[in-house]
């Protein structure tokens, strides 16, 4: 069963820059399509980014693109969320998922974001 812990929030001001992490257990980390999600306070749980299997496919929110980059290493089992000029809008929690056949199987247990203005 695979499991996924994130790492990496904290608080910035506004128009920083944050990476976060999140790794994977399990032998089968590679074949999984990885994604981030968010939730802010008051709001539904939203897709953020996702990135295939073999890290050459992705995919972004749009009030993401340009800002956010998702990348991964299969060697590490491990997928980052690269996040530059942060907005006080990007504040959430960010949660790690992982698909099969593209059904969501597993959420990590999230990690903060809070970017201050």
């Known amino acids: 069963q695979v499991q996924l812990v994130e790492s990496g929030g904290g608080s910035v001001n506004s128009g920083g820059s944050l990476r976060l992490s999140c790794a994977a257990s399990?032998?089968?980390?590679?074949?999984?399509?990885m994604g981030w999600y968010r939730q802010a306070p008051g709001k539904e749980r939203e897709f953020v980014a996702q990135?295939?299997?073999?890290?050459?496919?992705?995919d972004y929110a749009d009030s993401v693109k340009g800002r956010f980059t998702i990348s991964r290493d299969n060697a590490k089992n491990t997928v980052y969320l690269q996040m530059n000029s942060l907005k006080p809008e990007d504040t959430a929690i960010y949660y790690c998922?992982?698909?099969?056949?593209?059904?969501?199987?597993?959420w990590g247990q999230g990690t903060q974001v809070t970017v201050s203005s």
């Open positions: 998922a992982a698909l099969r056949q593209g059904v969501l199987f597993k």
């Open positions: 990135i295939s299997s073999n890290g050459i496919t992705t």
């Open positions: 399990g032998r089968t980390f590679s074949i999984y399509t």
